[in-house]
């Protein structure tokens, strides 16, 4: 006998659950209902953290307790770290830099390059807090990388940028034009957003018909805050994560987002 989510062999050990077969039925009108709201969307906007990339193989943030050989990484991440010891902080960010080049982007990734694609860049802004670059690897276009990126360098002396990919850096990089130690351009805590970045995240969130947010804790604000941005201007929110969090969302896609994305995707 075929079930209607699968093979339900009579005598077999292939059983479903009645609890399995009504967390099926909930995720089947999960998803519909997600679609619904995206194909109805005029305007749409997605709000990513370390999740999206989970599957590409890189670490999340809280995965493994987010510790870094002890350091929990918000003691890692800051201006002090780096003005106390730039040598330990390089290490960390260029053992990231590293991985950045065994990685590629996964099926998640393209799902929201298809999004792009069918919306329109005007139509379809990509917010992300991941300074992985896998968006732009995937081909997204208009991606607001709110948190920086570690393909880039900074100087901390003259604050001219470089875009080094992510070939092998030294210990302590310094600036060519002025000498000074160079810096990932990234955002740690304790410091603010890039100019203009944040109001451009927000304006594409405010003007969105529905905010699809995908593998992010939506604890680290002022990114989580978009969420309420979104909602307050009537935006649908929907949520694509492996786990449960605490964000306020309308609909609610529980599993990988390489999975997820690429299936409400086919569904539109
Ligand atoms: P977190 O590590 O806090 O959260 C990752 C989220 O992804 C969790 O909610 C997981 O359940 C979910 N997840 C894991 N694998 C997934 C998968 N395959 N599919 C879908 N969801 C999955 O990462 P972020 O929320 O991105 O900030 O963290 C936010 C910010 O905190 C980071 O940008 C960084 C960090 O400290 C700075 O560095 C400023």
Redesign the pocket.
Known sequence: MQGEFGPLVEGSSIRYSQKTMSDMNDQEQAISKAAGVVRSARRLAALT????S??SGLQ????AG?LWEGHR??EV?TPHAFRRDPAFVWRFYNLRRANLAKVAPNPGHQALVHLEERWGADAFTLVT??VDGLHFAAGSQNVLEI?GTLRRVRCSGCDRTEDRGVEALPDLPRCEACGELLRPD????QESLPPGIWERAERAVSEADCLLV???????YP?AGLIDVARWHGATVVE????P?GAAVDVVLRG???RLLPELVRRL
């Open positions: 953290g370390a999740g999206i989970a599957e999340t943030f809280r995965g987010g990484v918000e991440a807090q991941n948190h990234v955002v740690w805590f995908v593998g992010t804790s939506a604890v680290v990114a694509v994560n492996s786990e969090t990988p987002a390489g």
